[in-house]
């Protein structure tokens, strides 16, 4: 607090040299007089900070913008598709910093990476806002220059899957060429500058071809995925390898190595069932999928130098029951096992200040329409509809 | 002394009553559905009101109906209009359809809105509300055409249509505009909304059709004398 208040003074100490710098348009510069940069709070509901490293209990219940240029960076795939839909209409990205996220960047911050990494989970109800928290903390990290690995749906992995392949490297696993190929294009736009950085370890051989040999840049490895999408499960499962390997390694140029965020959304759906079938009619377990086997082996704390953060979702989950959130129920036994010790995090509805400000946000966009919904009764109507569910305040409000 | 009335006033009533008959004794008054009426101090009311009032406290109500509520929400056009679009009693499809379609019209004029420069802004129109009952507003016909027999033949007269009449005519129209001339895999609540958005233009299939029937009965103008209302 006291750092975010001294580089306020530095700046306007700044803004008024640069001022009396500028002599030439000195006259016109005195009428404006040198005012201070205005406080960090535009209105109640927004915020100009937008930088999550410097997010605190201040802004809680507030919206920052993300910049077009980080969001094209950092989600090119992760965001969900109603709120896409609302960046869209509203022509901004604004996200709410709500105290799940708080807390975990704060515990991102103060952890020491030279332990085994320490896995997080979002855990709460339908439509709490699990998966944009997850991306506030994502944000966060990236903004630090760490190498984000974000799988956006890993229930997406196990239904739905047009082509299912007998693995190259094993031949009791399944591969999914297609999936596997989107995620890695949309992995190497987000880490672009680091991955072109690293070094292969060992020699792969994917083909009677072609092989990758030691010591090449991971962007290759990934360019060799994108390009050959048989093989392109395999070269997800070669990723993750080198990736647990290097963390937290010293890398050339820099004294500490990188540090990996490990962000997957939707992790029950790694001990789950799946809906897919093989040629025979028998079911495909989820360790039977090359993408989800590689990925169990990432969530195990075995490694260091990052963090594991990840949030449970019912609402892609395949046969569990609607009302279900606590992660001993959607992980299963052996969910639970594999992922225990973890730092869980609840994610609950919109508390007063928040739904109120949400409220402002929609008016400020001109989104509530409605007469009704202007006025004070509106208002009680729709948080109690609601029960201040984020979800479904978004929907009630899109139709009114 | 409701029931002795009833007994009365009805000519026969069979034995069993099938479930979703609505043909109530006209004894039956409708309920009042909105807030706003019930709020209203005792001081404020006309003497016709209050006589309604008691009135109520001793006549048998009519149920209300599900689609109604009291809600500052409630809207009877859009209950209409949902009424109309129900297929085969499905109710929440239709209802969802609706909201689907205020939904896309707003995110397309709250899209031009953010666009727009200041001085375009006052222009659009956001409110997905608005939009509609503006759209069917301009797709009511003035006049219409009756099938009257004379002599033998059937002559297409120009007739003034009621209130009630234009107002189906124009959802009746938008209804069969949406389903049958819009390319099959597209889904209703964009095909509504593409037509509600030109309606609310003065442009689209639905204008054209009202134009039509304007010059219909214009053509047959002269045949206007066969009406004897």
Not at chain 1, 103 to 123: G, T
Not at chain 2, 19 to 45: F, G, I
Request: charged letters at 25%.
């Amino acid at each position: 607090m006291t750092l975010h208040r001294l580089s306020l003074r530095l700046r306007q100490a700044v803004t008024q040299a640069r001022h009396l710098h500028s002599s030439r348009r000195g006259q016109q510069l005195e009428a404006v007089a040198v005012e201070p940069e205005l406080p960090k709070e535009l209105s109640f509901f927004r915020t100009r900070e937008s930088d999550p490293a410097c997010h605190a209990e201040v802004h809680m219940g507030q919206y920052y913008t993300l910049s077009p240029v980080h969001l094209r960076t950092v989600f090119p795939h992760g965001l969900p598709s109603r709120f896409q839909l609302q960046m869209k209409t509203f022509n901004e990205t604004c996200v709410m910093v709500r105290q799940p996220a708080l807390e975990l960047i704060s515990h991102l911050k103060k952890a020491d990476y030279s332990k085994p990494a320490v896995r997080y989970m979002f855990y709460g109800a339908n439509g709490c806002g699990k998966t944009i928290s997850l991306c506030h903390a994502l944000h966060y990290c990236y903004t630090q220059g760490w190498l984000v690995l974000h799988i956006p749906d890993a229930h997406l992995w196990v239904k739905n899957c047009k082509e299912l392949l007998p693995s190259t490297f094993s031949p009791s696993r399944f591969d999914q060429p297609i999936e596997a190929s989107h995620w890695l294009r949309n992995f190497k736009i987000t880490n672009e500058p680091l991955l072109s950085k690293l070094k292969t370890t060992q020699r792969y051989v994917w083909t009677k071809r072609e092989s990758t040999e030691e010591g090449r840049t991971l962007a290759e490895l990934v360019e060799q995925g994108v390009a050959r999408v048989r093989t392109s499960s395999d070269v997800v499962g070669a990723l993750l390898k080198e990736l647990r390997l290097q963390a937290g390694q010293p890398m050339e140029g820099r004294q500490e190595g990188f540090r990996l965020a490990v962000a997957v959304d939707g992790v029950n759906a790694l001990w789950g069932r799946t809906s897919l079938k093989k040629e025979d009619k028998s079911v495909v377990a989820p360790e039977e999928l090359t993408l989800i086997h590689n990925l169990r082996k990432m969530m195990k704390n075995d490694w260091c130098g990052g963090a594991v953060i990840s949030s449970l979702s019912q609402t892609g989950s395949l046969f569990k029951p609607k009302d279900v959130y606590l992660p001993q129920e959607l992980l299963g036994e052996d969910g639970f096992d594999d992922m225990d010790p973890f730092v869980p995090v609840p994610v609950s509805n919109y508390s007063e200040k928040e739904s109120e400000s949400c409220y402002l946000y929609y008016m400020d966009r001109n989104w509530l329409q409605h007469p009704h919904s202007r006025t004070e009764e509106g208002k009680k109507e729709l948080l109690f509809l609601s029960n201040r569910n984020p979800n479904v305040l978004e929907r009630l409000c899109a139709s009114l | 002394m409701a029931a002795f009335m009833t007994n009365l006033l009805k000519p026969w009533s069979p034995r069993l009553t099938l479930v979703r008959w609505t043909r109530y004794n006209p004894y039956y008054l409708e309920p009042e559905t909105s807030r706003d009426a019930y709020n209203k101090p005792e001081t404020e009311l006309t003497p016709e009101e209050i006589n309604e009032r008691d009135l109520k406290t001793v006549r048998p109500i009519k149920a209300a109906v599900s689609g109604v509520s009291s809600s500052g929400f409630n809207d009877q056009l859009m209950n209409k209009f949902v009424n109309m679009m129900m297929q085969e009693g499905k109710k929440i499809l239709a209802r969802e359809i609706m909201t689907e379609t205020l939904e896309s019209i707003k995110r397309k004029q709250v899209e031009k809105y953010h666009k727009a420069g200041p001085a375009a802004k006052m222009e659009i129109e956001c409110n997905p509300y608005a939009i509609f009952h503006q759209a069917l507003e301009n797709c009511k016909p003035v006049i219409g055409l009756a099938s009257i027999q004379k002599g033998g033949k059937f002559y297409q007269v120009p007739i003034p249509l009621s209130d009630n009449r234009r107002r189906f005519l124009a959802m009746k129209w938008m209804i069969t505009e949406c389903r049958d001339h819009k390319h099959r895999r597209t889904h209703m609540c964009e095909k509504l909304s593409q037509e509600l958005l030109a309606a609310f233009s003065s442009e689209g299939n639905v204008i054209k059709r009202k134009h039509e029937l304007h010059k219909m009965a214009e053509a047959n103008r002269a045949y206007a004398h066969y009406r004897w209302w």
